[in-house]
């Protein structure tokens, strides 16, 4: 599994007993989830998933077909209500938070499979992610207020710059639905970014993409980082983007987390290796 030059990082104990970046260690975790499980009737799908995730941490979660991990993204974003257990964001439980009240607090989302509006322009659905931040109301768009016009502007300038990240201020006009596979995957991305979001999580964001893509969204991941100031958290299959870039990766099978560490920890973990690694296997 091939490495790029992600510095080294070492990562250290919150009050909770979970770990994360040294740097972010001064500030509270984005993210803290407690004890965290589901239930679907007899099943358990998830169970005692507890793990940190630090302000700027770019963090994995891996593990093999039907571990639980899209079921944990899921929980985060309140698609699913948690049976047991506490997610905290920036420190508030989200218990009482449905789906559109977690993306205003601060978690974006990709998913496994595209969900773009096909019919709209790239910059329509950017424009989409930006609903948390107009301020005109119905009646000024529909009578095309001063005020809307103003809002209007704001959006297409701060569309325009998110496109910019993946270098589709060109596409602005085209429809969503006519862009190669890889583009319409980094429009997602584009989307998620414009609600503003503290911790954006990336469902396999290199699927269907080739070797040179796939480089180039690892370089965009840290840049994204870098440049917002936010956490990250990926489900992915594409271990030399996993290792290359995440700086803490939890792995998880039948729905439970059996390691949490860096990147060289997980490597060499023989239960990783065993359940997953090893397996030659991939979701």
């Known amino acids: 599994m091939s490495q790029t030059n992600r510095p080294a990082t070492k990562l250290v104990p919150v009050p909770s007993k979970n770990m994360i970046p ?43 077909n039907g571990a639980g991990k899209t079921t944990v993204f899921n929980l985060l974003t309140k698609v699913y209500q948690p049976t047991r257990g506490t997610i905290l964001l920036d420190g508030v439980d989200t218990h009482n938070m449905n789906t559109v009240q977690v993306n205003k607090a601060g978690i974006a989302r990709t998913f496994q499979n595209i969900r773009l509006f096909s019919n709209l ?28 016009w103003r809002e209007e502007k704001i959006a297409h300038k701060r569309a325009m710059e998110l ?73 992915e299959h594409d271990m030399s983007l996993v290792m290359g870039i995440c700086e803490g990766i939890c792995v998880l099978n039948f ?17 990783v290796i065993k359940a997953y690694l090893g397996s030659g296997k991939e979701e």
């Open 22 to 64: 040294e740097r972010d260690a001064d500030k509270s975790p984005i993210l803290e989830c407690q004890h965290l499980g589901i239930d679907f009737g007899g099943l358990t799908a998830v169970n005692e998933f507890t793990m940190a995730i630090g302000r700027t941490e770019i963090t994995g979660l891996i593990g093999p």
């Open 163 to 235: 496109l910019s990240i993946f270098h589709m201020e060109d596409l602005a006009g085209a429809k969503a639905g006519s862009l190669p596979y890889g583009a319409q995957r980094r429009l997602e991305i584009v989307r998620a970014l414009a609600t503003n979001p503290s911790l954006l999580l990336l469902d396999e964001p290199a699927a269907g993409m080739n070797p040179s893509e796939t480089a180039e969204l690892m370089e965009n991941i840290v840049k994204i980082r870098d440049t917002f100031q936010i956490a990250v958290l990926l489900i």
């Open 255 to 271: 729905g439970q987390i059996i390691a949490k560490g860096t990147p060289e920890e997980i490597q060499n973990n023989p239960e």
């Open 121 to 148: 322009s790239v910059e329509d659905n950017v424009k989409l992610g930006l609903h948390n931040h107009i301020k005109y109301g119905a009646l000024s768009g529909v009578l095309r207020l001063p005020g809307y």
